[in-house]
């Protein structure tokens, strides 16, 4: 599914790469969010707004840790969402990347040196390429901490479920 993300991103125009990545993680935190909810109809009916439903999220028990960046994501998709000339700066790539943790910011790296998988277009190095791309890898490499979250709690409640069934 992640690759999948990667490569369609990585075929559109800025905007599209943009728009289309934030839509992929905003639906990764709605099933973390409609998991952890013990009755997620309520939050649904409440149409909030991705930043606070994201505050929701962390308070839940999203790793804090991933907070910034999707902050910084959400950050860029608006501008994007605003002006239809707007294109990817090194600036708010950087700062995009500078909301990762030093943990978080070397397996980016690694997303790219150590990925048997990655499309061929990409080089082996992160610092080697283009802003678009490089902002594609931090958002591949976030879609996977979402998903990693999810796959917690869906662990979390299948042990719920085996222990009270017996």
């Keep these: ?56 999220a962390v308070a839940f028990g999203l790793d804090e840790e991933i907070y ?37 910011q070397a397996l980016i790296q690694e997303v790219i040196s150590n990925n048997p998988e990655r499309p061929p277009s990409l080089g082996k190095k992160y610092s080697l390429l283009s802003v678009k791309e490089q902002f594609v890898v931090m958002v591949f490499y976030l879609a996977i901490r979402l998903w990693h979250e999810v796959e917690i709690e869906l662990e979390y409640i299948l042990e719920q479920v085996e222990e009270s069934t017996e």
């Design 68 to 104: 910034k960046p999707l902050v910084s994501v959400t950050n860029i998709r608006n501008k994007f969402a605003h002006r239809a000339d707007m294109q990817l700066s090194k600036s708010e790539v950087n700062n995009f990347y500078k909301s990762f943790t030093s943990e978080d």
């Design 1 to 56: 599914m992640h690759q999948k993300l990667m490569s369609v991103l990585l075929n559109e125009d800025e905007l599209g790469a943009v728009i289309r990545a934030h839509m992929a993680l905003e639906q990764d935190v709605d099933r973390f969010v409609s998991l952890v909810a013990t009755n997620s109809d309520y939050i649904e009916k409440m149409q909030i707004d991705f930043s606070n439903k994201l505050k929701l």
